[in-house]
């Protein structure tokens, strides 16, 4: 069975300084990788996805992830964090499952809390 | 304006009282799902559907009914809600089941069952 493993459920980190959001995923066939981001009282919307070519994946807000197939890893970051990236981030991965068949599974997130 | 539309956002009601929460889209996805999302056990799926008249269960279908008569709509119904359906629930949609496609949410409805 697939899982996606989302190391930390909560990251503090104050204003201006790095963050990495660590996802891993479990799976012997090719997968496509996505980041979510939910801000409070909202649903969640795509920050970025790995579908195929360069590993390197730049998304919305300044956030990158970088897909490392050896390591099972799409780990997300960002140099400077604001204020306003408080929120919760969802890693999913898609992956075939069967003819004509992909199965979808999420992370359990991990909560951003910006410190000012 | 491309969007996933769910009613009510918040609904409390009590034990056994039939209630429906309706999903819509204008984005003429095939694919659609429904999730409640509960702290520490993030998204978890609770019925899809790849197009009109085609449902299946997801990870947590017990106690939840759903359908799909036409393409835009995927309403979930809660026959017999209890109190272990207290939960923020999501509709989603994306153009189709098989391809690495984005999910659109809705906005969410939080439900309190008394």
């Known amino acids: 069975a697939q899982s996606v493993t989302q190391l930390d459920s909560q990251v503090p980190v104050f204003e201006e300084a790095p963050v990495e959001l660590r996802c891993n995923y479990s799976s012997s066939v090719s997968v496509y990788l996505f980041w979510y981001v939910q801000y409070p009282n909202q649903g969640l919307q795509l920050l970025l996805k790995?579908?195929?070519?360069?590993?390197l994946v730049k998304g919305i807000n300044g956030f990158e992830a970088e897909f490392n197939k050896s390591q099972t890893s799409f780990h997300l970051r960002k140099p400077s964090v604001h204020i306003s990236d408080t929120a919760e981030y969802f890693c999913?991965?898609?992956?075939?499952?069967?003819?004509?068949?992909?199965?979808?599974?999420f992370g359990k997130g991990t909560k951003l809390s910006v410190i000012p | 304006e491309a969007q996933v539309t769910q009613n009510p956002r918040y609904l409390i009601t009590v034990t056994g009282k039939k209630l429906t929460v309706t999903c819509s889209q204008n984005m003429n996805h095939e694919y659609m799902s429904w999730y409640r999302q509960d702290p520490g056990l993030g998204l978890r799926q609770i019925y899809y559907?790849?197009?009109?008249?085609?449902?299946d269960k997801g990870d947590v279908p017990e106690g939840y009914k759903v359908s799909r008569k036409e393409k835009r709509n995927f309403p979930l119904i809660l026959e017999s809600p209890s109190p272990n359906q207290t939960s923020l629930y999501f509709c989603a949609s994306s153009l189709r089941q098989g391809g690495p496609d984005e999910q659109y949410f809705g906005p969410g409805t939080r439900l309190t069952v008394t």
């Open positions: 790995y579908l195929s070519g360069s590993t």
């Open positions: 559907s790849m197009n009109v008249e085609a449902t």
């Open positions: 999913a991965v898609i992956r075939r499952s069967g003819a004509g068949s992909y199965q979808l599974t």
